[in-house]
């Protein structure tokens, strides 16, 4: 080649690269650095199955004894929203009042940091105080709701022992796991605290015209230590102390509460004393058998399966040192095992892309510029541990998918830049000048072919809310890996390429002598690792050798055959395919052909529309049997129907016991549906039950469809008169609500009830198919007993309705007065009528309070009965409210086999002429309002995207004719798109699919670009050759065609080796690499809970990818000559 041509090319010259191949000790040093600390950060990175949710939301609790859903509406509720509403950055306020207890749940733009959150919040909550009772007994409870913070499994305590020994062994495991910096809390369910109580007979009180304020004051007076001062003894000063605190609930039994001329009356007199447990809250089992159950929560941002295997030694030692051997203690529900499978399969994924990758890579390339590309991998992905360990991520699923929707791309630059050293090299370049211009000439192209990558991604990471929270790993993971490829191909590849590459007529085959020494030394190494017991190192070195073997016997000849048989010959078939498709008319016919498939595409798709879901369809891990009574029902009626449906679970589920891994009930407190956060403070629910029966891992199932067990076992379980039972599996992502919810609000509840029951009747006559069962949340009937005061007669006798409810109050709920201690424990003292009474309406109408008349000084006793009536009626068993506005919804799930969008259609359809009273409306929300809103965010982050990509290609090439065909490219990959839906009946996920169809617009401009801006240096370079301004139009196809031919290698290296990343996880094929080194098992099997979350975003990527390839080897080369035929017809050079 000519001097004067090497110096044509210098002005392509890339700085940056050029800096590092004139330093290549301190790059080696870099990327040495780069591994070993990438590798460090990987294993030091907490690791979860799904990403931590961080959205601002704030919780408030308000308790306030004694009083009805509508009281704690009107009363608390109300007040706190009117101030919650002044808050700009509130995005909405739900509510929920139930009996003695109020919840406001607060959600704010995910913009808003949560500390400023929390503290207008709690501004908001001082400013509405003047307007709260005075008597509450706490302030509002103000937090911050963490959805990261969830239990990572119960520990189950059962054997032949007293209630209080479980509990003091589940108190020790408590204390035990809370010191761990990695555990936020840990709950103890199945058992209930004890109390004192003191029962008092109405009778013998009033005999002895006392009240319970005596019995109180008696209790308090006795019940105290205090400090008397300190005295000098022989020159000591010593503190005086009285100590007068109750060392046995039996003392209570000799107060004194009363002592008139001698007459004395002991507590003992009017009343039982007991220290016993209070009444029942909860029940917990375990396969039918009693329980304490130790719910273990993570905090945030710990790493799940460190706090595991920490939880895990606690749980040995106690076991070993603590706990009797009689004590059964297992472990259920274990998060970390899902996660460990979920993290493990999508590793595993990685692995069998970069395998697949460097194969591919080897073939077309040769085995030692394959190393130079496939180093790419490991330094990007090194290099990017390092960037998201500086960001605070965790290694999740989403993490770990976009290292993999990675891998073809991240080795984009590297082969682009390889190539093009390697051709210029074999033109006869020396290899400094070689690697020097080779990536000067492609520098700035795979810049911008990156940037519009990235542009694709960018508007992903901006995700607005939980939502975006949750899926902006995937985006933001992309990002920092093909950021560190960019890095990484302009920096260390060529260091790499400057100093190994070699000619393939260079690379010899090894000697024998050599070839043996290496085996020999990977063997001696392995078998090392083997007697130090390190097995899969061992493996490793041996796979090692054997590879080695291979590479030089099998590999070297296949990609030697390759490279000379099939690489030309296919090189020479796309010569023949690009210049008949840009000879004589051609050019027009592939472009409109193009286009009336585009159009055809999206007939077919209206004709034969897809499924349209909103977020992947599992196969559950668990399944959850929610049983619900009517509010007011006693815990005992609850789970004696608890028991019995139990039972028929554990029935049903026999013939799938290899792959139940347990089932566990629970009735009463914390029972209500763990992904609604209103839930969250509502403890008191003795009407409520939930069954969960937990499945092992996707990969032990044996093929057994999980979902088709939950739909069997709903049609076993059936109906109860007057009891609502539903069947709901786990659901995988961030909460979005019921997929079929119908909000109803306005201002009068009878009204609403009334509207929702004449709705769930019409949509039930319909027939609509699908819906499991229409319910509402507003539980009606719950059961009350109205004491109606006569104020006129209650200020005569000189009592006010407060005096009279706080007797009705104290007689029934009780009254706390003072406390017991045990050691470390306080129990609570409580004095309140015995049971016997307490259950009497008679006796409670009858009680008479005593009380000393103000203006005689005598005590006075006036029956409640003289100044009020009771009567029997039912109020609401919760009142909801939304921003401010009542609110009844009517929900379900969606039968398996169906389509929650289709089902709301129908039901949209039916409810057009289903007219609503002025005032009061309806709007579909959760899951519905959820995809309707993500939709139309994703709809615009593609525009946004496109729009950004247009930018970044014009300010790159200067006109605007080429960012033109390289966006319809992009439009005509939605054919193969399109094209996969219908031909292979996949559901379109609205989540993935719309992700999928972004992703695909970036990477699909690459190869286009790079493609037309080598066409644009082919042109330059022939215009300063012949010294013209403007080529004849036969040169110009020539140089298409010869710039086509040229991209032809690393057009189908990227589409291939991205296709076949994804490929994997769409299919779902799994091995496991690390064990099938270690213990010679692959755990080879198909499918999985990633493949199910994955699959629909890989297949739109490998169906719009596929087509796009022969967009960008035949298209756009015709497009590009069909503009340039058009410039020449209007006058444009």
Avoid: C
Avoid at 852 to 868: L, T, Y
Avoid at 949 to 971: D, E, R, W, Y
């Amino acid at each position: 080649m000519s001097e004067s041509n090497k110096n044509l090319k210098v002005d392509k010259e890339f700085g940056l690269s050029s800096l590092s191949l004139k330093n290549r000790t301190t790059v080696g040093f870099l990327a040495v650095l780069i591994t070993i600390m990438g590798i460090y950060t990987y294993n030091s990175l907490p690791k979860d199955s799904y990403p931590e949710i961080e959205q601002p939301v704030v919780y408030i609790g308000t308790s306030y004894p004694g009083n009805s859903p509508l009281d704690m509406e009107n009363l608390v509720t109300r007040p706190i929203e009117k101030e919650l509403n002044t808050i700009s950055e509130v995005d909405n306020i739900k509510s929920t009042s139930v009996q003695d207890y109020s919840t406001i749940i607060i959600e704010f733009d995910p913009k808003t940091a949560v500390e400023d959150a929390l503290t207008k919040v709690k501004d908001a909550v001082d400013r509405a105080k003047p307007e709260l009772p005075t008597d509450l007994p706490a302030d509002p409870n103000v937090f911050e709701l963490n959805f990261s913070e969830f239990p990572i499994f119960n520990i189950n305590l059962a054997g032949n022992f007293k209630p209080e020994e479980l509990k003091r062994y589940a108190e020790y495991l408590e204390d035990e796991i809370e010191k761990l910096t990695e555990i936020s809390k840990v709950e103890i369910r199945g058992i209930d605290e004890k109390e004192v109580k003191i029962n008092v007979d109405p009778y013998e009180l009033e005999a002895r015209k006392l009240n319970f304020g005596d019995i109180a004051g008696a209790i308090l007076d006795e019940n105290v230590t205090l400090s008397g001062g300190n005295m000098l003894d022989d020159g000591i000063r010593r503190n005086i102390r009285v100590v007068g605190e109750f060392k046995d609930p039996r003392q209570l039994e000799d107060i004194v509460v009363k002592n008139e001329k001698g007459n004395i009356v002991y507590l003992r007199d009017i009343a039982d004393i007991e220290f016993d447990y209070k009444e029942r809250q909860s029940y917990a089992r375990l396969q039918k058998e009693p329980v304490v159950m130790v719910d273990v929560i993570k905090r945030s941002g710990e790493n799940l399966i460190i706090a595991t295997e920490k939880v895990n030694a606690i749980l040995d030692r106690a076991k070993k040192d603590v706990f009797p051997k009689e004590l059964n203690v297992t472990i259920t529900n274990d998060q970390s095992s899902f996660t460990k499978e979920m993290v493990s399969s999508m590793e595993n994924n990685i692995i069998s892309g970069v395998l697949v990758v460097v194969a591919v890579l080897m073939l077309f390339l040769g085995i030692r510029n394959a190393y130079f590309v496939g180093i790419a991998i490991p330094l990007s992905m090194f290099l990017s541990f390092l960037i998201l360990g500086f960001m605070g991520y965790t290694i999740n699923m989403m993490v770990l998918f976009g290292l993999i929707m990675a891998l073809g791309m991240l080795v984009d630059n590297g082969i682009v830049v390889v190539e093009n050293v390697y051709r210029l090299y074999e033109e006869g370049y020396d290899l400094w000048n070689a690697t020097r211009l080779g990536v000067g000439e492609i520098a700035w192209p795979i810049i911008a072919s990156t940037a519009t990558t990235l542009a694709a991604f960018l508007p992903l990471a901006m995700w607005p809310g939980i939502m975006g929270e949750f899926m902006k790993y995937l985006p933001i993971t992309l990002i920092v890996v093909l950021s560190s490829s960019l890095f990484v191909g302009l920096v260390i590849t060529p260091v790499i390429a400057s100093v190994f590459m070699k000619h393939e007529s260079e690379s010899k085959k090894p000697s024998l002598r050599r070839t043996l020494k290496i085996v020999g030394a990977l063997v001696i190494g392995g078998v090392l690792f083997f007697a130090f017991k390190v097995v899969w190192l061992g493996n490793l070195l041996l796979v090692f050798a054997a590879l080695t073997v291979l590479n030089i016997y099998v590999f070297a000849p296949i990609t030697h055959w390759f490279q000379i048989v099939v690489l030309p010959r296919m090189e020479s078939r796309y010569s023949k395919v690009i210049s008949f498709s840009l000879r004589g008319s051609n050019p027009s016919l592939i472009f409109w052909g193009t286009v009336l498939a585009l159009i055809l595409s999206i007939v077919l798709l209206v004709a034969i529309p897809p499924k349209v879901i909103f977020f992947p369809i599992n196969e559950p891990k668990y399944i959850n049997v929610f049983i619900e009574y009517p509010t007011g029902t006693d815990i005992e009626v609850t789970n004696s129907l608890t028991e019995k449906i139990e039972n028929q679970v554990i029935e049903f589920i026999k013939p799938y016991e290899s792959i139940v891994e347990s089932v566990i009930g629970n009735v009463g407190q914390g029972t209500g549906d763990p992904n609604d956060p209103s839930n969250i403070g509502m403890s008191d629910t003795p009407n409520k039950a939930r069954i969960t029966v937990n499945f092992v891992d996707f990969k032990y199932r044996n093929g057994q469809s999980t979902t088709a067990i939950m739909e069997d076992l709903r049609a076993e379980i059936g109906q109860y008169a007057g009891v609502t039972v539903t069947v709901d599996k786990n659901a995988d992502g961030p909460p979005t609500g019921k997929p079929i919810n119908i909000e109803l609000t306005g201002e009068d509840f009878s009204t609403l009830v009334r509207v929702s029951e004449e709705m769930k009747k019409v949509i039930n006559e319909s027939g609509i198919p699908g819906i499991e069962k229409l319910k509402t949340d507003l539980e009606t009937g719950k059961p009350e007993l109205i004491v109606d005061i006569d104020r006129e007669k209650a200020r005569r006798f000189g009592l006010s309705t407060k005096s009279v409810a706080e007797e009705i109050r104290t007689s029934l709920y009780g009254m706390e007065i003072s406390k017991y201690k045990q050691g470390e424990d306080d129990y609570k003292i409580f004095v309140r009528l015995s049971d016997k009474y307490r259950n009497d309406l008679d006796a409670l109408m009858n009680k008479s309070i005593t009380f000393r008349d103000q203006s005689s000084g005598k005590i006075s006793q006036v029956p409640i009965s003289s100044v009020a009536k009771a009567e029997l009626s039912s109020s609401y068993g919760s009142v909801r409210r939304k921003d401010l506005k009542r609110v009844i919804t009517i929900s379900s799930n969606v039968l398996a086999g169906f389509n929650p969008t289709e089902i709301n259609n129908d039901i949209k359809a039916l409810l057009e002429d289903f007219s609503m009273p002025p005032g009061y409306s309806y709007k579909f929300g959760g899951e519905q309002e959820k995809q309707m809103e993500e939709m139309s965010f994703l709809s615009g982050a593609l525009m946004l995207a496109v729009f950004i990509i247009f930018l970044i290609i014009v300010a790159q090439f200067n006109k605007i004719t080429a960012p033109l065909i390289i966006m319809t490219s992009v439009l005509f990959s939605t054919i193969g798109v399109f094209m996969g839906l219908v031909i292979f009946r996949m559901d379109f996920v609205v989540i993935m699919t719309m992700v999928g169809l972004i992703s695909l617009a970036g990477v699909v401009v690459n190869n286009a670009i790079v493609l037309i801006d080598f066409i644009e240096l082919k042109k330059k370079r022939l215009k300063e050759e012949m010294g013209v301004d403007k080529l004849p139009l036969d040169i110009v196809l020539n140089a298409i065609a010869e710039a086509g031919k040229t991209r032809l290698r690393p057009v189908l290296l990227t589409a291939i080796t991205t296709v076949l990343g994804l490929m994997p996880l769409a299919i779902g094929i799994n091995i496991d690499f690390i064990k099938w080194l270690s213990t010679y098992d692959a755990d080879f099997y198909i499918g999985g809970d990633s493949v199910m979350f994955w699959s629909p975003l890989s297949w739109t990527i490998i169906h719009g990818l596929t087509f796009a390839t022969f967009l960008t080897l035949v298209v756009v080369p015709v497009m590009y000559l069909m503009v340039e035929k058009l410039n020449r017809r209007i006058g444009i050079a």
